[in-house]
């Protein structure tokens, strides 16, 4: 099995409504975002491949229009995005460009990830 990845970056607001009050993440605050894209296959491409790197660009345009600098719960429309959220949404975003995706991995902090792999 042949695994690559790359990491994308953007910065975001959200808020997570419901919580407590007194909870930290029931405010409106922001976070520089690291996504992590994970691609894996049996076999190389004709050029020694699990998917040109290059080809992922796309994805950097995805977050920079969509969600850069935005705030998340108007730009998904829900009160809960967390960074499971994130993951999973970005997952399906990535499925129907490359096949061979098999997680994504959503970075809020320098000490937290939230990973999903179907």
């Known amino acids: 099995m042949f695994k690559i990845t790359k990491e994308f970056s953007f910065s975001a607001s959200h808020q997570l409504l419901g919580l407590p009050p007194d909870h930290p993440c ?43 600098h935005r705030h998340l719960n108007e730009v998904f429309g829900t009160d809960f995005v967390t960074a499971e959220f994130l993951a999973q949404t970005f997952y399906a975003w990535c499925k129907k460009n490359w096949p061979e995706i098999t997680a994504v991995r959503v970075s809020e902090t320098p000490r937290t990830w939230a990973e999903y792999r179907p």
């Open 26 to 68: 029931a405010r409106l605050h922001g976070h520089n975002y690291l996504v992590e894209l994970e691609l894996s296959g049996t076999t190389l491409n004709p050029h020694g491949f699990v998917r040109d790197y290059r080809e992922l660009d796309i994805f950097k345009k995805y977050i920079d229009d969509e969600v850069d």
